[in-house]
């Protein structure tokens, strides 16, 4: 029943209440799982009944560093009491450390921030055509980019686009790995070609060696700039800092976001050093840059390093894959992924095996109709991971 705004509300608590009230007040947009989280930590979820799950969702991505850690809460908290608002303005201690960080694991120079993936790449649009004067973008069949105007004018998937044309003039898409079909589309008209190193939300489809140096001599060869979103795959996910380290790439401009702050809203575009500076007033942002999300991104990455999870999560990542593939099931077409971004592509829609895997204590991502992916928290032990492992087995493959 509608409340008077002059009365008290009443707060829903149990799942059930807030079910309730969340169908009611929210927007619809997004398709909900029957589970109200209350707690995390490392790679385990509780839920109100006090069941718990082994978290192979991981945020959608951004809790590389695993729910609850002490190292990054310790640097929010601190945080918090000295300043949370400062815009970039003037400048904050933890941003100067935070962008000369980011270049040096990264290997580029300067880096504008914002708070989420698609804003890292509605900048990286924006600066691209700045800075080469010129419109056209190119990006991949499958590719996903966000879903702000321009970077859903980047993203594939017809879906997402229709409802909302006409979206941003000027943005083609290639078949991905195929770069016969780059090669006749690239011109000296092109300002960019934007793609994912593993293709993510559109299947776990990792970009083949040939095929991101060909792309990359290709955007050298007629002067357009290469941008690479790292947003999913950054900070460690693959296995490498980035995953344009597996292939030697060197990006004009990399594009990250998701578990960059330790699952504090945050997004960053960096660019090579031998782009021009933008000029004053070409871009900007109220939130960009603020101090809560720099310390707890310095904390994230200093935590990276000092924990190695970069180099364990390709260790893990490898014996991951290689359980599952040894899971013997009629159902299954393909496993696959790099890190610790694996998916198990199936011959059905993948909806029901989420609900069953969910049943099993495991939460996991679907990419696409068909693909089960796993996004764990980079922290996850090994015997989760068997865990999860053991439970992909019942349920794909019920006679065990
Ligand atoms: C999640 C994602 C985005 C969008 O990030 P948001 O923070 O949800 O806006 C963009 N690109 C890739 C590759 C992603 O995985």
């Keep these: 029943m509608a409340t008077h705004s002059n009365h008290a509300i009443d707060l829903p608590h149990t799942f059930d209440a807030v079910q309730t009230v969340e169908q009611r007040y929210s927007t619809g947009i997004y398709s909900k799982r029957p589970l109200m989280l209350v707690r995390g930590d490392g790679a385990q979820l509780w839920d109100s009944e006090g069941n718990r799950f082994i978290d192979c969702v991981g945020g959608q991505g951004s809790a590389n560093l695993g729910h609850a850690n002490p190292f990054i809460n310790a640097a929010i908290k601190t945080q918090i009491d000295a300043l949370i608002s400062c815009p970039e303005m003037f400048y904050h201690e933890k941003r100067a450390h935070l962008l000369q960080k980011l270049s040096a694991i990264s290997g580029m120079q300067r880096g504008f921030l914002c708070n989420s993936g698609t804003e890292a790449i ?44 006409p979206l941003v003039p000027d943005f083609k898409h290639v078949p991905y790995n195929k770069l016969a079909a780059l090669e006749k589309n690239i011109s000296r008209n092109t300002a960019a070609v934007l ?27 007629h002067g357009a700039l290469l941008i690479l979103d790292e947003v999913q795959t950054g900070f460690g996910r693959t296995g490498k800092m980035f995953s344009y380290q597996h292939h030697d790439l060197s990006p004009d401009i990399l594009c990250l976001a ?44 200093e935590f990276l390093e000092r924990e190695k999870l970069v180099e364990r999560t390709a260790a893990m990542g490898a014996w991951f894959k290689e359980q599952l593939s040894t899971i013997q099931s009629p159902i299954i077409r393909e496993v696959r992924g790099l890190g610790l971004l694996i998916g198990v592509e199936l011959k059905q829609k993948v909806a029901p095996y989420l609900s069953q895997l969910m049943e099993h204590g495991v939460l996991a991502l679907s990419a696409g109709m068909t693909v089960m992916r796993f996004l764990p928290p980079l922290v996850i032990r090994k015997d989760e991971l068997a865990q999860v492992v053991e439970a992909v087995r019942s349920v794909l493959h019920p006679d065990g």
């Design 122 to 165: 509605e900048a990286a649009l924006k600066f691209a055509r700045i800075l080469t004067g010129r419109r056209e973008v190119i990006a991949a069949m499958r590719g996903f980019h966000g879903r702000t105007m321009g970077a859903l004018s980047a993203t594939w998937e017809k879906k997402y686009r229709l409802p909302y044309e």
């Design 195 to 221: 793609l994912e190193v593993v293709q993510g939300e559109g299947g776990v489809h990792p970009g083949t060696p040939d095929y991101l140096q060909g792309v990359q001599a290709l955007c050298r060869e």
């Design 258 to 301: 998701k578990s960059i702050a330790g699952g504090v809203p945050m997004g960053a575009a960096l660019l090579a050093g031998h782009l021009e500076q933008l000029p004053p007033m070409s871009h900007g942002s109220t939130f960009g840059g603020n101090p809560l999300a720099c310390a707890a991104g310095l904390a994230a990455a």
